[in-house]
């Protein structure tokens, strides 16, 4: 494979050191944020040649990655139309994408693709004109038989989930195997300029060397000199039970008051919230009982579950709901944060197409309309 201009692997020594024949270890690409979104992008530039290292607050994969739900939401009352062809791509992308992370890290992601059922708002079915929905290929009782029968309409998309956990876990070993650095526990407070150009980040330890640097910091990129992104942590809550059966409910279902997503090993998790409540991840009981009282009503065999956990993550949001991608004004430096409910669906294609961009190369995809210059 063409190495887009970077160094042979076969060339460089992969192992963390900051010195090298007495010289300071460099890379070609720094990624801030072990995400992911992080992650993926590491992966991605890895695969073309680039030596990356990735540089992480605490643990890779233990924030809004390990806490977020697993929906791949391909088109939901919620997308923003600008988002729509982003989804749609990178939904089709996932089988290939966990795939590949499944064989070379061994790890399970549990990819599930039995469909989403939706029971939507009154009055909402069709305000999103991207919203498509058919009618249940059979009746409700026949598709779900736990479910209860609500008095209101419901629909069947053709929608996978994933484990956002196993998938970051995978996304991890497979970046270790590929020689892809970390530095965990090191939070990046600047990106480091010389002539204006980006040639590095300065952390609470120590800095490394890079002429191109990726802020993918999720809910923490606006904290970072020196440029202020206006992305705010937006705090979602979740309930996990264990099913009385591992097959009790197949479907994701989707409903006003909750929603339900099943997992291949009788887990089931009920969410979640969408709290303005800076960065607090603490969980609160009225909300945790208001989903477990939620998720009985959906499926009163549930009764005879057992609460696992409850948990709480902090998603980046920004002022209209859009990822932010692309280059900065400064040489060198670029983002992909602000992916909100959707870092987990977007991974694959924000990996795509950001790796395009550090590359000079053209994105198969107008990225326009996610451009850091639109808050300017």
């Not at 939904?91 to 064989?103: G, K, N, T, V």
Request: hydrophobic letters at 40%; one cysteine or more; a negative charge.
């Amino acid at each position: 494979m063409q190495s887009a201009g970077w160094a042979n692997p076969a060339e460089i020594s992969l192992g963390l050191s900051f010195f090298y024949n007495a010289e300071v270890k460099t890379w070609d690409v720094i990624v801030i944020g072990g995400g992911i979104i992080g992650l993926s992008l590491a992966l991605a530039l890895r695969r073309r040649g680039a030596t990356v290292l990735i540089v992480e607050r605490g643990e890779p994969g233990r924030e809004a990655s390990h806490a977020a739900g697993g929906m791949l939401v391909e088109c939901g009352l919620e997308t923003p139309a600008a988002m729509q062809p982003l989804a749609t791509a990178s939904a089709r992308m996932y089988p290939e994408f966990a795939r590949e992370l499944e064989l070379e890290s061994g790890v399970h992601v549990d990819l599930r693709d039995h469909g989403t059922i939706v029971f939507p708002p009154p009055d909402h079915v069709y305000e999103n004109p991207e919203f498509t929905a058919a009618l249940l290929p059979v009746p409700l009782a026949e598709l779900e038989p736990a479910l209860a029968q609500p008095q209101r309409p419901a629909f069947y998309l053709k929608e996978r989930s994933v484990d956002p956990r196993a998938l970051s876990a995978a996304a991890w070993k497979t970046a270790k195997r590929r020689g892809i650095d970390f530095s965990s526990g090191d939070e990046v407070t600047a990106v480091t300029l010389a002539d204006g150009r980006a040639v590095g980040v300065k952390t609470v330890k120590t800095e490394f060397h890079a002429p191109k640097v990726v802020n993918c910091a999720g809910a923490w990129s606006g904290k970072i000199a020196p440029h202020t992104f206006p992305t705010r942590p937006v705090k979602g809550q979740i309930l996990c039970l264990l099913m009385p059966s591992h097959t009790l409910l197949k479907h994701v279902v989707r409903s006003p008051e909750a929603y339900l997503i099943p997992r291949s090993d009788g887990r089931l998790l009920v969410g979640a919230s969408v709290e303005e409540a800076g960065f607090d991840k603490q969980t609160d009981l009225p909300t945790i009982q208001r989903f477990h009282r939620a998720a009985l009503d959906l499926a009163q065999e549930l009764r005879n579950g057992k609460i696992l956990e409850s948990w709480a993550g902090l998603r980046p949001g920004t002022p209209d709901a859009l990822p932010i991608l692309g280059p900065t004004p400064t040489p060198g430096y670029y983002v992909a944060t602000g992916h909100f409910r959707d870092g987990i669906l977007l991974a694959p294609i924000t990996a795509e197409v950001m790796s395009a961009v550090i590359e000079n190369r053209t994105p198969e995809h107008d990225l326009t309309p996610f451009s850091p210059e639109r808050f300017h």
